[in-house]
């Protein structure tokens, strides 16, 4: 089956630095991605998503690149705070239903 | 805002024991999903619902069943109890394919 993985199980980054999430995926028909964030105690949260026909997202302090070539996507965010610190992880949708998750990366972010 | 609210945050059952986990979404959701959370494993899709009274298998159902009677409750259903059904319960809902997943804040159920 699709594999979802990210390079670094944890990263730990100074308060005020950008901060890169990378995420691998397998199946090269998926064509539609999202980034959560998953706090401690809490369900998963939507941050943001990108589609297959983009190679680039921003939002709030946030941007997602895609790279269907190697099959790589990746999370930026920008001027990291405290509140940043969580698990975040990757899913992709491949023309179906069903996501396919990533195992997560714990950010932590030093004051 | 979207909002699925699970019953229960904790719960602890007893082996055997037939447990039911609710979920609740307000926003007209088509879809519904359950997933277990396990260190190490990632998300595991357990069953989902494109609409009411239909429901398809996940990855890992086995010991699992659902109910949808109504388009905004999704039940999810440990026959017996086992130990190793120890987990995180996540729900989400989202409004069709190709659309964000909503989650609630899980239900960390302990089989002992």
């Known amino acids: 089956g699709e594999s979802v993985g990210l390079h670094l199980p944890t990263l730990s980054v100074q308060e005020g630095d950008n901060s890169i999430i990378n995420c691998a995926y397998s199946?090269?028909?998926?064509?539609?991605f999202i980034w959560y964030k998953q706090e401690s105690g809490k369900g998963p949260q939507f941050i943001i998503d990108?589609?297959?026909?983009?190679d680039k997202r921003q939002g709030q302090r946030v941007t997602v690149l895609l790279n269907k070539t190697v099959k790589h996507l990746s999370l930026q965010i920008a001027a990291t705070q405290p509140g940043d610190s969580a698990v975040y992880f990757c899913?992709?949708?491949?023309?179906?239903?069903?996501?396919?998750f990533g195992t997560g990366t714990s950010l932590t972010v030093i004051p | 805002d979207v909002k699925v609210t699970q019953s229960s945050r904790y719960l602890v059952k007893r082996t055997g024991e037939k447990v039911f986990l609710e979920c609740v979404q307000d926003?007209?959701?088509?879809?519904m999903f359950w997933y277990r959370q396990d260190p190490g494993l990632g998300l595991r899709l357990i069953y989902f619902?494109?609409?009411?009274?239909?429901?398809e298998k996940g990855d890992i159902p086995e010991g699992y069943s659902v109910s949808r009677e109504k388009k905004e409750r999704f039940s999810l259903i440990l026959e017996s109890a086992s130990t190793n059904q120890t987990s995180m319960y996540l729900c989400?809902?989202?409004?069709?394919?190709?659309?964000?997943?909503?989650f609630g804040d899980g239900t960390r159920l302990s089989i002992l």
């Open positions: 989400a809902s989202s409004q069709g394919n190709n659309q964000p997943q909503h």
């Open positions: 199946n090269s028909a998926s064509d539609y």
């Open positions: 990108i589609r297959s026909n983009m």
């Open positions: 899913a992709e949708n491949i023309h179906t239903n069903q996501f396919y």
């Open positions: 926003m007209d959701h088509e879809n």
């Open positions: 619902s494109y609409d009411v009274k239909m429901k």
